[in-house]
Every structure is written in structure tokens, then in C-alpha cells.
T-cell receptor
Framework: EAGVAQSPRYKIIEKRQSVAFWCNPI?????LYWYQQILGQGPKLLIQ????????DSQLPKDRFSAERLKGVDSTLKIQPAKLEDSAVYLC???????????FGQGTRLTVV | GDSVTQMEGPVTLSEEAFLTINCTYT??????LFWYVQYPGEGLQLLLK?????DKGSNKGFEATYRKETTSFHLEKGSVQVSDSAVYFC??????????FGTGTSLTVIP
């Protein structure tokens, strides 16, 4: 079974530029998550989708971050404009249903300079 | 809100030593509990899980028991190996299926 696919693996941008990350979850997984992991910290939930609807985006900085999951399959996360403090690993995860584990992609390491 | 408090690291142990990493949580309802592990250069992967009170999750010699009365899910291993060197995360999934992570504990096992 293919895992959660993310791209790109690495991205370096200057502050105030924009960037987008892509995620393709495991086939059939209804729930998709985006997490931000700052160096030395645990992953922090940014947004949760159930199919193509948003379940929770309470921790998403909506003035600069946006995410969508068209057709309930793959998803993109965008940052515009980026700040230095956005430097982190952005993880995508998917989950087939409640009471099961979430499966994580390898992540995209973003460096804002 | 829901949260996880995890023992701070880093932890350094000699091979064959006993390992305990403490984890307590705050959640409404009955969350599912997990330990995830991140080996150097690799992604997050599930180590073990427990979905109801008194369940014991186990894998690769690691164990953790869901203790509802103390809201804890401590990770233990009787004899660690060099290959266990990694970062370990305690995680809860609440009734809304949101996953919350602890800060992670870095373990280094020396021969």
C-alpha cells in the first residue's frame, strides 16, 4: 500500500514570498491533516479535513495560511506571505476512520530566509 | 483544550538499560492513545496504541498501558538497544479524531 506522498521535500524561500505544499493521502482515507513541526517541538495541528470539508482550522493562521482539499483527495497548503517564523517541517497525515492511527508523510522542510 | 505532557529529554542510556518515558494527558471523553517514533532521517511512524482504559499496547519490546484513573500512558522497555535511538512522541486522538502531540523525548542509547 502506498503511503502518504508529499512534495516538495525541501524548500527555501525569502520572507514575504509565497510557497505551496502538496499532499496525496493514502487511497480511501477520508480524513486529512496538515501539521507544522518547529525544530525541537511536537507537531502542531493546523487543519483537519473530512473528505473535502474543513473539520477544524482553529490553529491555522488564516491571514497568511490557506489550505484546500478539492474532490476530497489530495490537498495543498499555501503560505502567503511567508515569515521567518514559518520555518518548520510541514507534515501531512491521513486517517481512515476514528480509533485508528494517523499515517504521516515524510514532510516538507521549509526554510524562510 | 486537549493536551499532552511528556517527559522532557534528552535521555541517554546504556545498552540493555530499562527505559521509561512518562506521558500524561488532558482530554474530554475517551481519547485513543498512541506512541509514535521518529528515527533519524525518517518520518513519523506508529510504535503502539491503546484505544480504551486498561488496554496495553506493545510492539518491538515497548509497552504502554492506558491508565484512565491517572490519565497516563507511560512508555517502557526492559532492555534498550542502540537501534532504539530516536525521538518518541506521546499522542492522543480525541473524539473529534484530532491528534495532539507531546513535545517529544529524544533517546540516545550508547553501546
Amino acid at each position: 500500500e502506498a503511503g502518504v506522498a508529499q512534495s516538495p521535500r525541501y524548500k527555501i524561500i525569502e520572507k514575504r514570498q509565497s510557497v505551496a505544499f502538496w499532499c496525496n493521502p493514502i487511497s480511501g482515507h477520508a480524513t486529512l491533516y496538515w501539521y507544522q513541526q518547529i525544530l525541537g517541538q511536537g507537531p502542531k495541528l493546523l487543519i483537519q479535513f473530512q473528505n473535502n470539508g474543513v473539520v477544524d482550522d482553529s490553529q491555522l493562521p488564516k491571514d497568511r495560511f490557506s489550505a484546500e482539499r478539492l474532490k476530497g483527495v489530495d490537498s495543498t497548503l499555501k503560505i502567503q506571505p511567508a515569515k521567518l517564523e514559518d520555518s518548520a517541517v510541514y507534515l501531512c497525515a491521513s486517517n481512515p476512520r476514528g480509533n485508528t492511527e494517523a499515517f504521516f508523510g515524510q514532510g516538507t522542510r521549509l526554510t524562510v530566509v | 483544550g486537549d493536551s499532552v505532557t511528556q517527559m522532557e529529554g534528552p535521555v541517554t542510556l546504556s545498552e540493555e538499560a530499562f527505559l521509561t518515558i512518562n506521558c500524561t494527558y488532558t482530554a474530554t471523553g475517551y481519547p485513543s492513545l498512541f506512541w509514535y517514533v521518529q528515527y533519524p532521517g525518517e518520518g513519523l511512524q506508529l510504535l503502539l496504541k491503546a484505544t480504551k482504559a486498561d488496554d496495553k499496547g506493545s510492539n518491538k519490546g515497548f509497552e504502554a498501558t492506558y491508565r484512565k484513573e491517572t490519565t497516563s500512558f507511560h512508555l517502557e522497555k526492559g532492555s534498550v538497544q542502540v537501534s532504539d535511538s530516536a525521538v518518541y512522541f506521546c499522542v492522543i486522538a480525541n473524539t473529534g479524531n484530532q491528534f495532539y502531540f507531546g513535545t517529544g523525548t529524544s533517546l540516545t542509547v550508547i553501546p
